[in-house]
């Protein structure tokens, strides 16, 4: 009931973003021809004509492109964005086999900008609000985790406390071995059937690796007869083989040809003619917000503006990242006496109260406006818009050989860490986040990250 509730929600919420944003579009018309706008009927005299056609449209591509699909499945902006302008395609194709004359063409992708804000602001509003109506009402997702107890200690860490909006409660974990990862111990895999039927459990989260193939079904087919959702974690080869394997006919045994992760050919031309158009707008359109920062930094104590941190890059290449200068201008002579109050994990620095931060320094730092500058960095092809942050050489130094895979694209000013909590994270959890973007890349990826990024740095989440 909560999942059809949460559809039919998602279904009007969408119609009414889309009638906003073909009102607003027909609106922006009116105003750039220097017609009437202060009466609303006047617009839909004859875009009523084809508007039902277009909600159906709409709720159809939606529904194809995942975008009804459980909370934690459901993509987001770029998808919204690029399902509208299917959705555009369609209906002019649809508009114009019918006879219909448009008084201009830019009505549709105009509509397509607008609908796409008024859906997004309308559907990013709805999980804040039924996400805290959620926890309020206590809502959880009752799990068991299966395996052994190195990987349920993993795979607990991994998971972390929620998906989706929606709190884990940890029933107990079913092991092969005495230790359960500091979970209430339910027993050997023999006696799932006997855990289920005797308490309540919404998931089975399984690492398959622990398991040969006849426990595997049995344990998923134990787990199906009682309506209780299997979870599995798979194997790195299987990831690998899933995400980018190529089959190569011919050979006595299947083989699959694991092609690394980079971009190249028409992916590498269209992330960088994004990032290239994008970064000259924030040059331009940011130039009287750069001069402000820039008195301010002046004022507040001695040194430059800029300051260029060495940091590791492509291939593993060293370049200096421009950044608004944030601490004192003899802050890295001190970063050895602080190593000792380092509160980050792994291969980080962070220090939460830093003492060499500045006054203007604290508050740039707090809503990431210092990071600005490395525009400057993308239009010179040493970073991208989005993609794995670069590292400190001091960072860089200290990484595992699994880590380096991070380093074949171009790093950039933004990313899945960002999104997903920041400095909150671990180190191994946030070089995760890396393979996966590597793994899952599109250019509406991209274009979800940046409009992600925006609420994470307003809302300071997990920054220093």
């Known amino acids: ?48 004509d084809w508007l039902p056609f277009l ?27 690029a399902s509208l302008a299917l959705v555009g395609v369609i209906t002019l194709i649809f508009t114009i086999g019918t006879g219909h004359r448009f008084r201009t063409y830019g009505l549709a992708p105009t509509a397509v900008l607008t609908s796409a804000i008024f859906i997004g602001l309308l559907r990013g509003s709805y999980d804040v609000i039924t996400g805290d109506l959620l926890k309020f009402a206590g809502v959880r997702r009752r799990a068991i985790l299966v395996g ?22 940890f029933v107990g974990a079913i092991s092969t071995t005495p230790d359960s990862a500091g979970l209430r111990a339910l027993g050997s895999p023999s006696s799932l059937a006997a855990v289920l039927m005797a308490d309540q459990v919404d998931e ?9 193939d006849r426990e595997l079904i049995e344990i998923v087919e134990q787990a199906h007869r009682r309506a209780v959702k299997v979870r599995v974690a798979p194997r790195a080869t299987e990831l690998l083989i899933e995400r980018r394997g190529e089959y190569v006919p011919g050979q006595g045994v299947p083989l699959f040809e694991l092609r690394p992760p980079v971009f190249v050919g028409a992916d590498w031309l269209v992330k960088r003619g994004f ?4 970064s000259a707008l924030v040059v331009i359109v940011g130039f009287p917000l750069w001069a402000m920062i820039a008195l301010a930094i002046k004022l507040d104590s001695k040194g430059p503006v800029f300051y260029r941190d060495s940091r590791i890059g492509l291939n593993e290449n060293e370049f200096g990242m421009i950044k608004f200068r944030t601490m004192r201008a003899d802050a890295e002579a001190e970063q050895a006496e602080l190593e000792r109050q380092n509160e980050a994990e792994g291969a980080l620095f962070k220090i939460k109260d830093d003492p060499r931060v500045t006054r203007v320094g604290g508050f740039l730092r707090r809503f990431s406006l210092d990071e600005i500058p490395q525009v400057l960095n993308v239009l010179r092809g040493e970073m991208s818009l989005v993609g794995p942050r670069p590292l400190p050489v001091r960072d860089y130094e200290l990484l595992e050989p699994w880590h380096r895979k991070r380093y074949l694209v171009l790093p950039g000013m933004t ?23 590597l793994e899952h890349w599109s250019i509406w990826l991209d274009v979800s990250i940046l409009l992600k990024t925006i609420p994470a740095v307003l809302g300071a989440r997990g920054a220093y």
């Open 275 to 278: 990032d290239l158009v994008v």
């Open 55 to 81: 909600t159906v449209i709409t709720v159809l591509v939606f529904w194809r492109a995942g975008l009804y699909a459980e909370r934690e499945r459901r993509a987001g902006f770029g998808r919204i964005l």
């Open 148 to 169: 052994t107890g190195e990987s349920l200690a993993r795979l607990r860490r991994t998971l972390g406390a929620s998906r989706g909006g929606i709190d884990y409660e």
């Open 415 to 437: 990313g899945l860490w960002q999104v997903a909590g920041r400095s909150s994270l671990g180190f191994d959890d946030l070089v995760r986040l890396d393979f996966y973007y």
């Open 204 to 212: 089975l989260i399984v690492t398959d690796s622990d398991f040969s």
């Open 1 to 48: 009931m909560r999942r059809a509730a949460s559809v039919v929600a998602l279904i009007v919420l969408d119609l009414v973003g889309l009638v906003l944003g073909v009102y607003a579009a027909l609106t922006l018309r009116a105003l750039a021809y220097g017609n009437e706008v202060s009466q609303w009927g006047l617009r839909w005299k004859v875009e009523t």
